[in-house]
């Protein structure tokens, strides 16, 4: 598990930050979201609920609807602990920003000093994210999971507390194992394309002052197995974190640049197209972590937008270099929006993105990347959109553009020295 893993459960607010956000839907969807809320980091929730240390138990009634679940069989079926099942009904998406996020895998020892006793039981492997500001690391989160019986079990352990992602109707009901209140529940997700449902498994609790995710995607039946899985975690006993302090800080940066320090930038500013001066400059950001090295600019001008964003290539880059022979991997005239319905799967990410080398790029091959969205720019003016990248020996320039002509952007691309 790599540390950009987490960006399938965390999406970063600043695209020009985090080069590899993704975005998340609501509603009946398998994607689970945890969050640990922290001071150091932006956060944006469209709709949420804070979970915090609830001291009271609610009774079970008939209004309720929920029957007990009583884990009567596996390795604690003699101690009869029970889990009340709430019964989801949506997600929330969120968007976040980890201030100097860097993370390492977990090592055994630290993944003992985290789990204690169940590490007897279970093979764990995870990953702890951290936060870097004023000189200093923090522990954001760890994100781990191991196999129970052939099944995935996937465990959030945060400092503090965390943001619950699945939402019910009314007050939740509580349970408890030795002591630890658990909001424990089902999301039951819509058909898939083969008519099947997933039920989606989920615990909150707080061991003193460290937080709990629990989530397992099951069956309808998996309700005993779960129970025993928590009572596991629980009984294992509360995280040491101190395992994981002094970590070793990777090179970070993230700086916001004026127009005249982005240009002057010593590893990539010499990349940046020339701008013409009627177009506002709006940000540029030299950023720095395990996964990215970049520098990103923007530029705009009425409904016309430009962003240029540099980086080195990397093994992963290389399979969007495309030979010019291979019209299909980057003609968008071949593919009409929707995309989703008109691209190959397979090759989708190359096409919306493909790289040409310099000494091969032409400006009829820059008119293959026009595509409009049938929006107006104005009385009687589509707006052109162009998205590709150009390879200079190593270096990567990606060119994302509104309203900007095909002969501006040959002629500067061209102007860019091999330095």
């Given amino acids: 598990m790599k540390g950009n893993d987490l960006l399938k459960g965390l999406t970063y607010v600043d695209d020009s ?7 998340h839907k609501l509603k009946k969807s398998p994607i689970r979201l945890v969050l640990p809320l922290a001071a150091s980091f932006a956060l944006t929730i469209a709709v949420f609920t804070i979970w915090s240390n609830y001291s009271n138990h609610l009774p079970l009634s008939p209004g309720n609807n929920i029957p007990p679940i009583v884990g009567n069989e596996g390795p604690h ?34 993944i003992e000093g985290l789990f204690q006793d169940i590490t007897k039981k279970y093979k764990i492997d995870g990953t702890v994210n951290y936060s870097y500001k004023s000189g200093s690391a923090s522990v954001f989160n760890i994100d781990a999971r191991f196999n129970a019986n052939g099944k995935d079990v996937k465990v959030t352990i945060a400092p503090g507390e965390m943001i619950k992602c699945y939402l019910i109707e009314g007050e939740p009901i509580f349970s408890e194992i030795e002591g630890v209140n658990i909001e424990a529940g089902i999301f039951i997700t819509d058909k898939n394309s083969k008519g099947q449902l997933n039920y989606i498994y989920y615990a909150d609790f ?4 460290i937080a709990y995710n629990v989530e397992y995607i099951g069956n309808k039946d998996d309700k005993d197995f779960f129970t025993n899985i928590i009572a596991d975690i629980v009984l294992g006993g509360k995280a040491d974190l101190s395992v994981l302090e002094n970590p070793v800080v990777p090179k970070l940066r993230s700086d916001r640049l004026t127009e005249i320090e982005a240009y002057g930038e010593k590893d990539f500013g010499a990349y940046l197209l020339k701008v013409p001066n009627n177009y506002t400059f709006n940000d540029a950001t030299r950023f720095v972590n395990q996964n990215s090295d970049f520098l990103s600019s923007s530029w705009s001008r009425g409904y016309d937008d430009i962003r240029i964003t540099i980086s080195k290539l990397n093994e992963q880059d290389k399979e969007r270099i495309v030979s010019l022979k291979d019209t299909k ?45 049938n929006e ?8 052109i959109n162009m998205r590709f990248s150009v390879l200079y020996d190593d270096i990567l320039v990606e060119v994302n553009t509104e309203g900007v002509s095909y002969e501006y952007l040959f002629n500067e691309l061209s102007k860019i020295p091999h330095v």
């Fill in 329 to 373: 991997l980057y003609d968008m005239s071949l593919y009409p929006i929707p995309w989703a319905e008109s691209m190959p799967r397979d090759k989708a990410n190359i096409i919306e993105n493909p790289i040409f080398k310099i000494e091969e790029l032409t400006i009829d091959i820059l008119k293959l990347r026009g595509y409009t969205r």
């Fill in 376 to 383: 107006q720019g104005g009385p009687g003016k589509n707006i």
């Fill in 17 to 23: 930050l985090i080069k590899e956000a993704e975005e």
């Fill in 77 to 110: 079926s003699d101690k009869g602990y029970i889990l009340y099942f709430n019964e989801a009904d949506s997600q929330i998406a969120a968007s976040i920003h980890i201030e100097g996020h860097f993370w390492e895998e977990l090592t055994s020892a630290q």
């Fill in 206 to 209: 707080k061991i003193d002052d």
